[in-house]
């Protein structure tokens, strides 16, 4: 028994350092990136013509100018703002909201500064669940560090909140729905997370070990006497009901292409999407085993069951597919090639039906296993399905970047299956990376609608 201890902890300390440099050469890869950007994109790119142009209107304090389409509110340009004329009076200079470059640099900063700091609140309770460069590294945001778009402060805001009550000896429910309500501010669908994250905060408070009926009544009871607690998700719950009615929707502009649809096939995309970048954590022959237990298990119940499962993923397929005019006409995103090679193909309903189910099975039960070791109740195991759905399929885009939330949370949770599958990850995910900044910055064409001006393809 003293040699396997011994072996082990020489294993911790040789991951521990293989870490360290793991996380310096990653922060020198995203450094290379941003030269790069800085070098290759001279004008704005898709999205950030939007985002860029309004975050400069704010800079010059003209509040009362919008662009219509904009689909989101501004907490950008508020944060774009703010940053900007910090590092006006740092720097003693003026107008750098002006330069295209230093606005990307906010996300730039979100990702490597705020998210880390966060990701190792979040890990306070097991340091072996993750390597903090893995959540970083994660390449649906990795994209967007180098570009003026929401998604990296919007999930810095969510999982920041999430910190606040994830640990249950500290708990700041007051701060957590401060920065829940700042997120708002970035994209409407986060009040969802925040109705999670509410949900956390009750459920930690409830006795680990407690039985399934017991632990639904105790919830019941703690939600109404932590009732004063609960006040700033209350009031934000509130607020955002206020909005919808303002605002005729949850859509600030361009809602016609914009408008809520029941889009349920996108759980599938965002499930595959999660097990396409978490495989080294969960993948195993015992993983495998068992699945296909699951598939043929009980007595042959489990096989009906399955049968009737993939009849309904069969239908979702068929019937709750949306396919959105600009997932058809934007080539610079790879959900077109996705949707064009894999998913518009003869036999691709009959394909998918197997990967579909495969994945949702996954998911469901690699974070069940995971609420064994890291206290993830039912309720809390069903809240984060939930939410995930309701953030995703009212949404007509196959849009990767609305996966960003699902995809961290789960990964925050879900336990290494070897020793070294966090090296395997780091690895994984930055092939990913890599690939994807070598399309971006070598692969471009031109559209004969906007003649001379570059394209690229991202996420």
């Known amino acids: 028994m003293p040699l396997v201890v011994s072996s082990q902890f020489q294993m911790q300390r040789r991951l521990a350092k293989v870490k360290v440099l793991c996380t310096l050469a990653f922060y020198l890869f995203v450094g290379y990136i941003f030269l790069l950007t800085t070098k290759h994109l001279q004008d704005p790119f898709i999205d950030e013509i939007f985002h860029l142009r309004q975050c400069q209107v704010y800079c010059a304090y003209n509040f009362s100018i919008w662009d219509n389409k904009i689909t989101t509110p501004p907490g950008l340009y508020i944060l774009g703002l703010i940053y900007t004329k910090l590092l006006e009076f740092i720097t003693m200079t003026h107008g750098l909201c002006q330069n295209d470059n230093v606005l990307r ?16 609140k979040i890990k306070q309770s097991n340091v072996n669940r993750f390597w903090t460069v893995n959540i970083i590294a994660q390449p649906l945001l990795f994209t967007y560090y180098s570009l003026f778009y929401t998604d990296v402060w919007s999930t810095v805001l969510v999982l920041g909140s999430l910190a606040f ?3 249950r000896s500290k708990q700041h429910p007051i701060w957590s729905a401060q920065l829940g309500f700042a997120s708002l501010w970035l994209r409407q669908t986060n009040i969802v997370w925040l109705a999670f994250i509410a949900t956390v905060y009750i459920d930690r408070q409830i006795v680990r070990d407690s039985g399934v009926c017991n632990r639904i009544i105790q919830f019941v009871k703690t939600t109404f006497k932590s009732h004063l607690q609960l006040l700033g998700y209350i009031v934000n719950f509130a607020l955002f009901a206020l909005f919808i ?3 005729g929707g949850i859509t600030f ?10 889009h349920l096939v996108q759980i599938f995309y965002c499930f595959t999407f999660v097990n396409f970048f978490t495989w080294p954590i969960w993948l195993s022959k015992k993983t495998l ?5 699951f598939l043929v ?4 119940i489990n096989l009906v069951f399955n049968m009737l499962a993939s009849w309904a993923i069969f239908y979702i397929i068929n019937n709750f597919t949306i396919v959105h005019p600009f997932l058809l006409a934007d080539n ?5 090639y996705i949707f064009r090679r894999l998913l518009n193909t003869k036999y691709s309903t009959y394909l998918a039906v197997p990967v579909y189910h495969f994945v949702t099975y996954n998911c469901v039960a690699t974070i069940y296993r995971a609420g064994h070791q890291f206290g993830l109740s039912p309720i809390l195991i069903l809240g984060f399905i939930t939410a995930t759905i309701l953030t995703i399929t009212p949404s007509p885009l196959f849009e990767p970047r609305y ?7 789960f990964r925050l949770f879900i336990a290494p299956s070897t020793g070294y599958a966090n090296l395997l990850e780091f690895i994984w995910l930055n092939i990913i990376n890599a690939i994807t900044s070598l399309v971006f910055f070598n692969y471009t064409f031109t559209w004969w609608s906007e003649p001379g001006k570059i394209q690229r393809i991202i996420w």
């Open 105 to 120: 640099s906010l996300n730039l900063s979100g990702g490597l500064l705020a998210l880390p700091f966060i990701a190792k």
């Open 165 to 167: 009550v994830t640990t």
């Open 245 to 247: 009615k303002y605002n």
């Open 253 to 262: 502009g361009d809602k016609d292409n914009h408008k809520v649809q029941l």
């Open 289 to 293: 085993s068992l699945y296909i237990k």
């Open 297 to 300: 298990g009980n007595y042959g």
């Open 332 to 336: 610079r995103h790879y959900t077109f």
């Open 403 to 409: 996966y960003i939330v699902p995809l961290l949370i």
